[in-house]
Structures are given as C-alpha cells and as structure tokens.
C-alpha cells in the first residue's frame, strides 16, 4: 500500500465531476429535490477543503491555536445544528441566540470525552492530536443534535393534541413535551450504533485507516478507532439528552423565526 488511498491527478478531477452529476441527476429524476443542496454541499466542501489545508499545517505547530481552532469548528457546528433544528438561517436574524442554545448540547458531549481521552494520555496533547479527534467527536455530535433535535420538533408539531392531553391530566409542559417526543429523538443514535455495530464487518474508518496510512500496526489501528466510536457514542448521548430537555423546556421554536 502506498501513502494515500487516493492518488492525485486529472483522473480524481474526473471521478470527482463524475459523482457530483451522478448524485445530482439522481436527486432531480427521483423527485427528491436536492439537486441544489447537493451541488452547494460540494462546493462548499472543496473550498473549505482548500482553506483548511492550507492552514491547518500551521495551527497543529501550537497547543493554543489547535485549541482556538477547535473551538471555532464547534462555533459552526452550533450554528448549522441550529439552522437544521429550527429551520431558520445559520447566519441570519437571531442565528446567534439559536447557536448559543445548540452550542451548549454539543459542546456537553465533546467536552468530558476530549477531557478524558487527553487526560488518560490515550491521545497525545499535541495539536495534531488534538484537531482531528475533536473534528470527528464535534461532527458526531453535532449530526446527532440535529437529528434528534429537529424529530422532537416536528413529533410535536404533528402530535400537538395529545400534548394537550397531557397537559389536561396534569403533566408539566416539559413531561408532556418528553412523553410525546422524546422516543424519537432515540433514533438519532442509530448512525453511531451502527457504525459502532458493524465496524471492521461491514466499513473500516477514517481512524482506522489513518493509523495504518501512518505507519501503525493493525492493533494500534484497531485500538484507535474503538476509542473514537466509544469516544462518538459517549459525546452523542449526552448531546442528545441535552437537547432533548432543551426542546422540551421551551428553549427551542420554530415559531420564533416568522
């Protein structure tokens, strides 16, 4: 095995315009409507590809920039959980108020599993350490926040009456509003459990790969990737219980953006 799994030149160019047109054709000819987000998501990846590449070299040389970057991607993921939540703007009119609520479900779900994996010396206190381990345990739960986050919304808007109901015989607006909505806002968890289920079975991760890319042996691979699945999974169940309560408190509406 060579260096890379993928090997640069006009045919990755090739195979790159290739799959854009092919996912965006499938999404227009089965009615789904995503051509659009589709192309806009690769576009922006490359462009974000092409700028983080070119910094990332010089914030992994320093413990604190590798920090202040950490933080920033957390600060975006905030702000897209939020715009997906409530369906209102990343970066609009309110967008900030919204990103500090999806902020703190998130950042409660990378922050004790970063704590712990750093102060057990299982990954290095360095920023090269630091940066890809915390992208990876940000993205998961981030993606779980959004997901569980947005189901208890739309529960509640379809089952509004038995909420009601609820209400009628006694309950607390936040024990109503969890009665109805919380079960699925489980399902949330199902990619990680998963991914965590069939890993080495059916994929072998980015971490797995990355070790053995880098010259590690397959258990020091192995060894890695368990700890970013359980890592994942850890980070997603706290960020799904927190904005499990936030929805449920009130602290979340869709109402708010008209």
Same mark, same amino acid.
């Given at each position: 095995m060579g260096?890379?799994?993928?090997?640069?030149?006009?045919?990755?160019?090739?195979?790159?315009?290739?799959?854009?047109?092919? &996912?965006?054709?499938?999404?227009?000819?089965?009615?789904?409507?995503?051509?659009?987000?589709?192309?806009?998501?690769?576009?922006?990846?490359?462009?974000?590809?092409?700028?983080?590449?070119?910094?990332?070299?010089?914030?992994?040389?320093?413990?604190?920039?590798?920090?202040?970057f950490a933080a920033l991607m957390l600060l975006v993921a905030a702000a897209t959980s939020a715009g997906r939540v409530t369906g209102g703007p990343a970066w609009g009119r309110g967008s900030p108020r919204r990103a500090a609520v999806l902020a703190a479900p998130i950042a409660a779900g990378v922050l004790p599993v970063l704590g712990l994996v750093l102060a057990s010396g299982?990954?290095?206190?360095?920023?090269? &350490?630091?940066?890809?381990?915390?992208?990876?345990?940000?993205?998961g739960a981030m993606t779980a926040t959004s997901l569980a986050g947005r189901r208890m919304l739309d529960e509640l808007e379809q089952r509004h009456?038995?909420?009601?109901?609820?209400?009628?015989?006694?309950?607390?607006?936040?024990?109503?509003?969890?009665?109805?909505?919380?079960?699925?806002?489980?399902? &949330?968890?199902?990619?990680a459990l998963d991914q965590t289920r069939t890993v080495g079975l059916v994929t072998l991760p980015g971490a797995y790969v990355g070790v053995l890319l880098g010259g590690g042996g397959a258990l020091q691979a192995g060894a890695a990737q368990l700890l970013v699945l359980v890592g994942l999974l850890a980070a997603e169940v706290i960020a799904v219980w927190i904005v499990c309560e936030e929805v449920a408190r009130g602290c979340l509406r869709r109402t708010e953006l008209s």
């Open positions: 260096s890379s799994v993928v090997t640069l030149g006009p045919g990755l160019l090739v195979a790159l315009a290739a799959l854009l047109v092919l &996912a965006a054709v499938v999404g227009r000819l089965s009615g789904l409507g995503q051509q659009r987000p589709v192309v806009w998501a690769v576009l922006r990846a490359t462009a974000q590809l092409a700028a983080v590449s070119s910094v990332i070299v010089v914030v992994v040389r320093s413990l604190w920039t590798s920090a202040a299982s990954v290095p206190l360095r920023g090269v &350490a630091v940066v890809p381990v915390a992208g990876i345990v940000i993205g009456g038995e909420v009601e109901a609820a209400l009628a015989l006694g309950f607390l607006p936040r024990d109503a509003a969890m009665l109805v909505a919380q079960p699925v806002a489980a399902t &949330a968890l199902v990619p």
